[in-house]
């Protein structure tokens, strides 16, 4: 069978095993939360409380007035100790409200009892993700109370359950679509019809076999059930869970360059968003925990963890046994587009899918040489992009030119840096040339 893919892409090794077959872990709360005030695309939030405060499980904690932006909560009961800048793991540094647990866990409700949802409006539903604090937790972050929010000149027909997870080693996804399948498609239904859409595409790589299993067994008894739902078999290459490289390969629609998907007709859901969406509305539970993927060859234990938002990535390594041996890289997110952390005093925020120590594996190694020409970045580019010769425009400070050639389309995927064969730094250029391009 010709399973469905998208132009370009690569075949990086995935080393999924080491925890595709792990079940998703709970571990404790830590003794000290550090929360940013920053976990999201937009505005930063304004803290609703003040050093000396106790606060409870759930509470909300930050808030911002701006349209794009996303509020933040308690992971625990405690004190608030602290409020200034903190280690972030994407920021460096950023403002964040330290957190003293007491211990006793309280909530300011019970977060497991399941409530009646009954005849839900779309309205009440997108208010609801937005006071729970939802963003993608695929990555981008990106607030899910504003992609529910469709403009008025769009029409959308399909929402797409993104269920790829196509970065190497993460996991968390596919153990979420094996162990909370009927809770995913609650999710689904309830954003289906947040944008009054009767359409829905579940779309997984075939790497994902117990996943597919699972969802299509789920799909026979969902509650908010959407008229036209299929699952959505795709190949397995990288970056196949791209919102435009997603929709390429179950639609066939091509989002146009600088657009968005509902200029397609699409809106493109991460699997865990989903599940977060049906907790905020089934259990008024805000966005305070996620699973993340602990993983790399030199983690003695690799594991899925439940851990709370605002939880030092230390905790999560010594959840896992810690190091057995000196990684040569630390990284938060995929061993493609993740950022590389300096210390393990860094929290996990809203998009930390996972936390990856490597001794050797896409670390690099070898020097940069000379461009051959070989025009395997072009090839291998989902965006369709010249990669060699935006980064030659970009070397030389010629950014005007650079955007003549779509430099802004680049979704820094990081497949042309990967396969170079002289390993030239291609997407660290583009993205200096994209931070220099001139407005306007």
Known sequence: MLLKSFKGGVHPRYFKDLTSGKSIRKIDPPDRFIIPLIQHTGGPCAPLVGVGDLVKKGQLIGKSDKYISSCVHASTSGKVVLIDKAPHPILGKAQAITIEADGRDEGVKDFSKVRDMGEISPDEIRRKIEEAGIVGLGGAAFPTHVKMTIPENKKVDTIILNGAECEPYLTCDGRLMVERPKDILEGLGLMARAIGVDRAIIAIEDNKPEAIASIEKALQNTQYKIRDTKVVTLATKYPQGGEKQLIAASLGREVPPCGLPFDVGVVVSNAGTALAVYEAISKDKPLFERVVTVSGDCIKE?????????????????????????????????????????????????????????????????????????????????????????VRLARKARYEDAKGLNISDCMECGACTHECPARIPLVQWIRLGKMNIPKG
């Open 302 to 390: 690799p594991s899925n963890l439940l851990v709370r938002i605002g939880t030092p990535i230390k905790a999560l390594i010594d959840a896992c046994g810690g190091f057995k041996k000196r990684p040569k890289r630390l990284i938060m997110g995929g061993p493609m587009m993740g950022v590389a952390q300096t210390s393990t005093e860094v929290p996990v925020i809203k998009g930390t899918s996972g936390i990856l120590a490597l001794s050797g594996e896409f670390t690099g190694g070898r020097e940069e040489g000379p461009c051959i020409r070989c025009a395997r970045c072009v090839d291998v580019c989902p965006m369709r992009l010249l990669p060699t010769d935006i």
